[in-house]
């Protein structure tokens, strides 16, 4: 018994841990998947009525879902792609700074470290058509002004405006750390070799932080797709639907409709859009290194 428990004693000490985690990860999701084929309103004197396909067959039917889904893909999207080039840029100026690169560093992660909520509120105030700043400097260089979040014209890139100065610092943090592990050989040998300054970039720094670049990418999608806090505390969906994503419409569906069973039926889609995101992220990630293996 004792040569067992010293074989084991690793998994010994983790199994309550990891037993509590998926039961924390698998009951939600099993509950979820099971109310979502039933009908409920919320109700402690009604029971849930159970309705098969029901749910999936309304919510694929509904014009507003396919709405907040496509919205949800392209604000996913077009964020991340500026969020990438931005972060990588800046992370390659920033690793060439030798001087007060702590308090650079520290002024850039100001963003991330804010709690969503106070973030979005104080956009909202920024945004304001009356007394925001975004208006005002409008207006100082002669520029018309914009609804913008008060408009379905221009909610969209406004909120994409707000993901972006918070989320860039987590690309560039990324990239930085990758940055930093890279050895310094090989850029010296390159150097003798005659490489300037952007073949160096092009040909040698960004295929070896490809691996980080591509991380930083899966964590901010996943991340982008679930985005809540942000909209909800800025515009609630509106104005009318123009801004409602997924995560939006189901919250809707739950608590304002109290149609529990159709938001579970959301939220599983939801779920399945994020784990085909992130199986393609494994795929494409064995590819590459494979690639660099041979």
């Known amino acids: 018994m004792a040569k067992w428990v010293n074989k084991n004693i ?26 979502s084929f039933c009908e409920w309103g919320m109700s ?71 709690t969503p909520v106070a973030v979005g509120m104080v956009w909202k105030l920024i945004y304001d058509p009356t007394i925001g700043l975004a208006n005002l400097i409008l207006r100082k260089v002669g520029l018309p002004t914009s609804a913008w979040l008060g408009s379905s014209d221009t909610v969209f890139s406004s909120l994409i405006i707000i993901d972006i100065w918070q989320w860039t610092p987590m690309v560039m943090l990324m990239v930085l750390a ?52 942000i909209i909800y505390s800025t515009t609630t969906g509106g104005p009318g639907y123009s801004s409602e994503n997924l995560n939006i419409l189901s919250y809707r569906n739950a608590f304002e409709y109290f149609y529990m069973g159709k938001a579970s039926a959301l939220l599983i889609v939801f779920f399945i859009v994020v784990l085909v995101v992130a199986i393609l992220y494994m795929l494409l990630k064995a590819r590459i290194e494979r690639r660099y293996e041979s």
């Open 44 to 114: 402690a004197n009604i029971p849930k009525k159970f309705v098969g396909l029901q749910n999936y067959i309304e919510i694929f039917s509904d014009s507003r879902f396919w709405d907040a889904f496509w919205r949800t893909i392209n604000y996913t999207l077009i964020a991340v792609a500026i969020e990438t080039i931005l972060g990588v840029a800046i992370a390659l100026l920033l690793g060439k700074i030798t001087r007060h690169t702590g308090i650079i560093r520290t002024v850039f992660l100001l963003p991330m470290v804010a």
């Open 178 to 229: 990758g940055i930093s592990g890279l050895g310094a050989d090989v850029f010296e040998s390159a150097k003798v070799d005659g490489a300037n300054e952007m073949q160096l970039i092009t040909r040698i720094q960004l295929p070896l932080l490809a691996p980080t670049i591509l991380m930083a990418i899966l964590l901010r999608v996943i991340d982008a797709l679930k985005t809540f806090d």
């Open 10 to 35: 690793k998994w010994i000490f983790t199994a309550p841990t990891i037993i509590f985690i998926l039961l924390c990860v698998t009951y939600p999701i099993l509950y979820t998947l099971q109310l």
